[in-house]
C-alpha cells in the first residue's frame, strides 16, 4: 500500500513472520506488512487478538527476527551483531509493553531500575545529576513529588502509577520511536485516558514517532492519526483515522467499529453475527487462498475465498483497502453496515 513521501524514522518492508509448530505445520503470524513511522505522528494498528500486531511489535523493536523482509531505520537496514548494536538500536526505538506489573523487576526499587537504564544508555553525570534527571523523568510523567516514588517497589503501586515508570523508562533511554502495545489494556478503564493523554502530550513535546498497537478502534481514532487494520496476519485497510472510522470500507472494519460500546445503538449488527467460518488466529501455510476474512464475512463472494483481493483506493488521501466489494470490477457493493 502507498506511503507518504516524506522519510520515515523506523520502516517496514515487506516484513513476513512464519514459525513452525508440531514438525511440519507451518503458521503465517504475518505475511508481507509494510509501515512507515515518522516524527511527530502516531500510527494505531488494529485488529483482535490473533491478527499478529504484537509479532509486529517484536518484529520492529528486533525481539524476533522476521522471515522475509527489513526494518529500516532511518532509511538503513538494521543488522544487529553484537550487544552494542542491540543497544544503539534500544536507544532509538523502545518498545512499551501491555502488562506493567510484569515489565518492572519486582526485587528493584523505581530509583534502581530508572538509574539502570540511564547508566545503560551512556548517561555519565555524577549522583546530584543523577538524582536531578530521575526527578525530572517522573516529572515528566506526571508521578508527583518524585521524591515519593524512587524509594518504592513496584508492588507498592497502583496498576496507572506503574505504566507512568514504565513511559518513564522508555523516556530514559531518550529514543525516537514508541512501539506501544496495548499500553492501556491492563489499566483501569477511569484512568486509560489519562495515560493516553500523557503520551500524546509526549509525543509532541518529543516529536517522537510512535506505533500504537490496540483492538480498541474507539480510542485508535482518538489517538492516531493514521490507522491500520490488520486481520490473520493481512492489513485489510489503511488510511487517515478520520477516514477509516468515518468510511470503513472493509468488513472487518465494520465488524470492529461495530463491536465498539455505544449506548444509542441497540442491536445486533449483521456483521458481529453474521458469517459462519471459524474467526481470527494465524493462518497456515498453504491454506489461505484468498480473503483472509471470506469465512466470517456476511458479504463473500466465490471470489474472495479464491482470489486474494488487491489494494483499492478508497479515496485520494492515502485511504486504501483489499477487498473485493471496493474493487474496480465490482458492480454492485451492498452496504457494509446494517441498520441497528
Given at each position: 500500500?502507498?506511503?507518504?513521501?516524506?522519510?520515515?524514522?523506523?520502516?517496514?518492508v515487506?516484513l513476513?513472520?512464519?514459525?513452525?509448530?508440531r514438525?511440519?505445520?507451518?503458521?503465517?503470524?504475518?505475511?508481507?506488512?509494510?509501515?512507515?513511522?515518522?516524527?511527530?505522528?502516531?500510527?494505531?494498528?488494529?485488529?483482535?487478538?490473533?491478527?499478529g500486531?504484537?509479532?509486529?511489535a517484536?518484529?520492529?523493536?528486533?525481539?524476533?527476527?522476521p522471515?522475509?523482509?527489513?526494518?529500516?531505520?532511518?532509511?538503513r537496514?538494521?543488522?544487529?551483531?553484537?550487544?552494542?548494536?542491540?543497544?544503539?538500536?534500544?536507544?532509538d526505538?523502545?518498545?512499551?509493553?501491555?502488562?506493567?506489573f510484569?515489565?518492572?523487576?519486582?526485587?528493584?526499587?523505581?530509583?534502581?531500575?530508572?538509574a539502570?537504564?540511564?547508566?545503560?544508555?551512556?548517561f555519565?553525570?555524577?549522583?546530584?545529576?543523577?538524582?536531578?534527571?530521575?526527578?525530572?523523568?517522573?516529572?515528566?510523567?506526571?508521578?508527583?513529588?518524585?521524591?515519593q516514588?524512587?524509594?518504592?517497589?513496584?508492588?507498592?503501586?497502583?496498576?496507572?502509577?506503574?505504566?507512568?515508570?514504565?513511559?518513564?523508562?522508555?523516556?530514559?533511554?531518550?529514543?525516537?520511536?514508541?512501539?506501544?502495545?496495548?499500553?492501556?489494556?491492563?489499566?483501569?478503564?477511569?484512568?486509560?485516558?489519562?495515560?493516553?493523554?500523557?503520551?500524546?502530550?509526549?509525543?509532541?513535546?518529543?516529536?517522537?514517532?510512535?506505533?500504537?498497537?490496540t483492538?480498541d478502534?474507539?480510542s485508535?481514532?482518538?489517538?492516531?492519526?493514521?490507522?491500520?487494520?490488520?486481520?490473520?496476519?493481512?492489513?485489510v485497510?489503511?488510511?487517515?483515522?478520520?477516514s477509516?472510522?468515518?468510511?470503513?470500507?472493509?468488513?472487518?472494519?465494520?465488524?470492529?467499529i461495530?463491536?465498539?460500546?455505544?449506548?444509542?445503538?441497540?442491536?445486533?449488527?449483521?456483521?458481529?453475527?453474521?458469517?459462519?467460518?471459524?474467526?481470527?488466529?494465524?493462518?497456515?501455510a498453504?491454506?489461505?487462498?484468498?480473503?483472509?476474512?471470506?469465512?466470517?464475512?456476511?458479504?463473500?463472494?466465490?471470489r474472495?475465498?479464491?482470489?486474494?483481493?488487491?489494494?483499492?483506493?478508497?479515496?485520494?488521501?492515502?485511504?486504501?483497502?483489499?477487498?473485493?466489494?471496493?474493487?474496480?470490477?465490482?458492480?454492485?457493493?451492498?452496504?457494509?453496515?446494517?441498520?441497528?
Open positions: 500500500m502507498s506511503e507518504s513521501t516524506d522519510t520515515p524514522i523506523l520502516q517496514a515487506g513476513g513472520k512464519r514459525y513452525r509448530v514438525g511440519r505445520r507451518t503458521v503465517v503470524a504475518v505475511d508481507t506488512f509494510d509501515l512507515s513511522l515518522r516524527e511527530g505522528k502516531t500510527v494505531a494498528l488494529v485488529g483482535e487478538s490473533g491478527s500486531k504484537s509479532t509486529v517484536r518484529l520492529l523493536s528486533q525481539l524476533t527476527l522471515t522475509k523482509g527489513s526494518v529500516l531505520l532511518r532509511g537496514r538494521v543488522r544487529i551483531r553484537g550487544s552494542r548494536a542491540r543497544r544503539r538500536y534500544v536507544g526505538v523502545q518498545l512499551l509493553l501491555q502488562d506493567p510484569a515489565s518492572l523487576n519486582p526485587a528493584h526499587t523505581i530509583h534502581y531500575q530508572l539502570r537504564v540511564l547508566r545503560l544508555h551512556g555519565r553525570g555524577g549522583r546530584a545529576a543523577l538524582e536531578s534527571e530521575l526527578e525530572s523523568l517522573l516529572t515528566t510523567v506526571r508521578l508527583l513529588p518524585p521524591q516514588f524512587l524509594s518504592k517497589f513496584p508492588h507498592e503501586l497502583s496498576g496507572g502509577q506503574l505504566q507512568r515508570v514504565a513511559i518513564a523508562r522508555t523516556l530514559a533511554a531518550d529514543p525516537s520511536v514508541l512501539l506501544l502495545d496495548e499500553p492501556v489494556s491492563m489499566l483501569d478503564v477511569s484512568i486509560r485516558l489519562g495515560i493516553l493523554n500523557l503520551l500524546a502530550s509526549l509525543k509532541e513535546q518529543r516529536n517522537l514517532a510512535s506505533l500504537y498497537i483492538h478502534i474507539a485508535a481514532r482518538y489517538f492516531a492519526d493514521e490507522i491500520v487494520v490488520m486481520y490473520r496476519g493481512h492489513v485497510e489503511r488510511g487517515t483515522a478520520e477509516v472510522t468515518q468510511h470503513p470500507a472493509h468488513p472487518y472494519t465494520q465488524l470492529l461495530e463491536s465498539a460500546p455505544d449506548p444509542s445503538r441497540r442491536g445486533d449488527n449483521a456483521l458481529i453475527s453474521g458469517g459462519t467460518g471459524k474467526g481470527g488466529g494465524a493462518a497456515s498453504g491454506e489461505q487462498t484468498g480473503c483472509p476474512f471470506a469465512r466470517r464475512c456476511p458479504f463473500a463472494m466465490a474472495c475465498s479464491a482470489e486474494m483481493p488487491g489494494v483499492s483506493r478508497v479515496d485520494d488521501n492515502g485511504h486504501e483497502v483489499r477487498c473485493w466489494l471496493n474493487s474496480d470490477e465490482q458492480t454492485e457493493r451492498p452496504e457494509l453496515v446494517a441498520s441497528a
